[in-house]
Each structure stands twice: as structure tokens, then as C-alpha cells.
């Protein structure tokens, strides 16, 4: 297999800074992003390009594009993302866009900005990192769950428009992958829940929600190179569910009846134990 240039976000830790590792090991090109360059110091002596990027800024879009004038993307993986956890009806305003901003919108402004650059490959590939909560929406991560879902809806509609043009599309939808993603999250809904929140008495309930995607996770170096190894055999696939509980949150929405999953659901996360 030739060398591929491979250009992917959010790679300061975690799934990102693995399937850089992972296609850097193989032999691909790397070039990757974060806000902070010096956060993948580790991956720039991997052999990495490293270059700054704020996904929400369109200047720093634009600036990535400039500084790669005249070179080729084959592919692009977005994969930074953030998550806002909490009660919807008391998410602060701000968090509650940011998580589409992050999500959804920069993806889709990013490949804009990007498009020249991938039009000559002889194999474009986009890759956008979902998750298995844009399938099953859960309490507390009605935000982040609604973006996922969003992101799939954009990954289905982007492959068809940009089938014309040669360019493939794969969603990923990982399960739990070890990250500091979960700590991150129940740092932020932590900083603003409020004591008289409606939600106070379910308080861990909400905590247990927003650290529920590190409970048994799957390595994220496992998941980088299962995902590498399937984009690199042939044709990509349309959509891929990696990790553990891709398979079985997926079937538990296909097959639950909806009111018995939404029972499950909300007991899980204790609110069962609130009264009207």
C-alpha cells in the first residue's frame, strides 16, 4: 500500500493521538492537530507533523489550509470533540452550542476549508468519529447524544454528495475507549451544577453519566489499530462500531421496547428516586 498523507484533529490525547501513532506506524505521513502543539510533542518525535488548529476558529481553519497550500490530504479524520453532560433544561447556553459547534459544525467547515487539498487524491476519505450515543440517547447526555446523531445524519449525507467526486465517508462509532474524556466531563458538569439544581438529590447519578464512557474501556490503542487496520484494506467501510458496548448499547435500542428501555434507562442513572 502506498503512503498516504492523513491529516487528523483533536490529537492532544486519546483516540486522536493513537490513530496518529497507529498511522504513523505503518508508514502514513501524519500531520497532527490540536490547540496546544506542544501537547503532541511525543507524536511530533514519533516522525508526526504537528500543527495548531482550533476546529471552531475560522481563522485557524483557514491558516491550516494556507500552511498546507499545495500538498494533498487523503485522509481526513475528524475526530475532536467535546461533551457537554448535565440536565438539558439546565445545560448553561453556552455549553449547549459549544457542544455542536465542537461536534457538528466544525467538521463540516473543516473539510470545507480542506476540499481543494483532497480533490487530489486519487482516494479521498473522510472519516468522522461518532459514537454509539448518537444510537442511544441517555439521561444527562441528551446534548452530546444529539450531536453524535447529528454528525451520522452529516456522515450519511456528505458520502452521497461527495460520491460524484470519488470521495468515500466512513462513521465511526466507538464504544467506551479509555481517554480522559469521561474525567474531563465530570469536571465541567461539575463546575456548574447548581446545589438547588432539580436534579441535586441525583447528584452521583449525573456524575456516573458523565465518567460512563472509561467503565471498562477498551484501550485506545486498540481501537486506533483496528480502525487503521480497516482503512487499510481496500475499500473503507460505509460505517464500523469499534470498542466495548459498540455492539450492545446499538442492539439494546434496536430490540428493547422503548418504554422498558427508557425504565432501564432512567434507573440507571437514578432517576427513578425523584418524586413530582
Request: hydrophobic share 45%.
Amino acid at each position: 500500500m502506498s503512503k498516504r498523507n492523513v491529516l487528523i484533529t483533536g490529537c492532544s490525547s486519546g483516540i486522536g493521538q493513537a490513530l496518529a501513532q497507529g498511522f504513523a506506524n505503518q508508514g502514513d505521513a501524519v500531520i497532527a492537530t490540536a490547540r496546544k502543539p506542544e501537547s503532541m510533542a511525543n507524536l511530533a518525535a514519533l516522525g508526526c507533523r504537528t500543527l495548531a488548529l482550533d476546529v471552531n476558529d475560522a481563522q485557524s481553519r483557514q491558516q491550516l489550509a494556507d500552511q498546507l497550500s499545495g500538498q494533498t490530504i487523503d485522509i481526513l479524520v475528524h475526530n475532536a470533540g467535546i461533551s457537554a453532560m448535565g440536565p438539558l433544561l439546565e445545560l448553561p447556553e453556552d455549553k449547549l452550542r459549544g457542544q455542536f459547534e465542537t461536534n457538528v459544525i466544525a467538521p463540516v467547515l473543516l473539510t470545507r476549508a480542506l476540499f481543494p487539498l483532497m480533490r487530489g487524491s486519487s482516494a479521498p476519505l473522510i472519516v468522522n468519529i461518532g459514537s454509539v450515543s448518537g444510537i442511544l440517547a441517555t439521561p444527562f447526555a441528551g446534548a452530546y447524544c444529539a450531536s453524535k446523531a447529528a454528525l451520522h445524519a452529516i456522515s450519511d449525507a456528505m458520502r452521497m454528495e461527495l460520491a460524484p467526486f470519488g470521495f468515500q465517508v466512513t462513521t465511526v462509532q466507538p464504544g467506551a475507549i479509555q481517554s480522559n474524556f469521561g474525567a474531563a466531563a465530570t469536571a465541567n458538569v461539575t463546575a456548574w451544577l447548581a446545589d438547588n439544581s432539580l436534579y441535586a438529590a441525583i447528584r452521583d447519578g449525573i456524575l456516573a453519566r458523565a465518567g460512563a464512557s472509561q467503565v471498562n474501556a477498551t484501550p485506545a490503542e486498540d481501537f486506533a489499530d483496528e480502525l487503521v487496520r480497516q482503512l487499510s484494506a481496500g475499500r473503507a467501510p460505509r460505517e464500523t462500531r469499534i470498542g466495548h458496548g459498540s455492539r450492545t448499547l446499538p442492539a439494546l435500542k434496536r430490540w428493547l421496547p422503548g418504554a422498558r428501555l427508557d425504565r432501564v434507562l432512567s434507573g440507571k442513572f437514578g432517576l427513578d428516586k425523584l418524586t413530582k
